[in-house]
Nanobody
Framework: VQLQASGGGLVQPGGSLRLSCAAW???????MGWYRQPPGKQRELVAM???????NYADSVKGRFTISRDNTKNTVDLQMSSLKPEDTAVYYC??????????????WGQGTLVTVSS
């Protein structure tokens, strides 16, 4: 089981960045998404997308971030635009997969740093 995230880096305010995450050897994937942990703060939900394409965004990123997934490749992307310094954080890929009829497993990627600074 592995989640491989990529795409982090340094970007100027107002710029764009795209994060990608690939899930390996995970069956019965339901939701895929991204969380982030700003410096000195708790981890928070950024965006989530269901297997059917329903999306959920944090209020702070609505209209600026777009989440998408490819169910044939088990990948999830996060397109981030109009980035602000407060978007600076370690971003974590998150996958929820059904283990049994009543049990869901949650998997986390290794985290990728996004720094928004001039």
């Amino acid at each position: 089981v592995q989640l491989q995230a990529s795409g982090g880096g340094l970007v100027q305010p107002g710029g764009s960045l795209r994060l990608s995450c690939a899930a390996w050897n995970i069956r019965n994937i339901n939701d895929m998404g991204w969380y982030r942990q700003p410096p000195g703060k708790q981890r928070e939900l950024v965006a989530m997308i269901s297997s059917g394409g329903n999306t959920n965004y944090a209020d702070s990123v609505k209209g600026r971030f777009t989440i998408s997934r490819d169910n044939t490749k088990n990948t999830v992307d996060l397109q981030m635009s109009s980035l602000k310094p407060e978007d600076t954080a370690v971003y974590y890929c998150n996958v929820k997969a059904r283990y049994t009829a009543v049990v869901m497993n949650t998997y986390w990627g290794q985290g990728t740093l996004v720094t928004v600074s001039s």
